[in-house]
């Protein structure tokens, strides 16, 4: 939004420097310190406070203890799969209903080339929505140039 005696060149100027500030801050934010069975670090922004990205302080202190995370990727899935797969070990799960289980969870697997659940990248949660409910700050203005 221009600003009172400011040209279209100072207000595209100021609009892109405030979004690059944003890009870069987004890029300078620290990454989530969970390494994955391949060798390799997650590296998704991390949640504020936190050591780990929303995905992996679920996987590491899931919510409910015995449901499994909404099925809406292949990583979901495959926690799902674990969840199923570790109570048939410990003898919490009859084969039957394990079997049911994973045929459910081949399914939601199989579609998902047809679901569209990825965010628009600058709207990825990097603070617990409950979390930050507790700890609103009024907003920041602009930074102006
Ligand atoms: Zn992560």
Request: charged share 20%; proline share 10%.
């Amino acid at each position: 939004m221009p600003k009172k005696n400011e040209t279209p060149a100072q207000t595209i100027n100021r609009v892109l420097s405030g979004s690059l500030a944003r890009v870069e801050a987004a890029h300078n934010a620290p990454r989530c310190y969970h390494v994955k069975i391949n060798g390799i670090r997650c590296g998704s922004p991390a949640m504020h406070q936190d050591a780990f990205c929303f995905f992996h302080t679920r996987m590491h202190n899931p919510p409910l203890e015995d449901g499994f995370p909404p099925l809406e990727d292949a990583n979901a899935i495959q926690v799902a799969i674990m969840q199923v797969l570790q109570a048939l070990a410990k003898k919490k799960l009859e084969v039957r209903v394990a079997a049911t289980l994973l045929y459910g969870l081949q399914t939601a697997s199989s579609n998902l080339k047809r679901t569209q659940f990825e965010p628009y990248a600058p709207a990825i949660v990097t603070v617990d929505p409950i979390d930050e409910r507790w700890h609103r700050k009024p907003p920041e203005s602009e930074p102006s140039l």
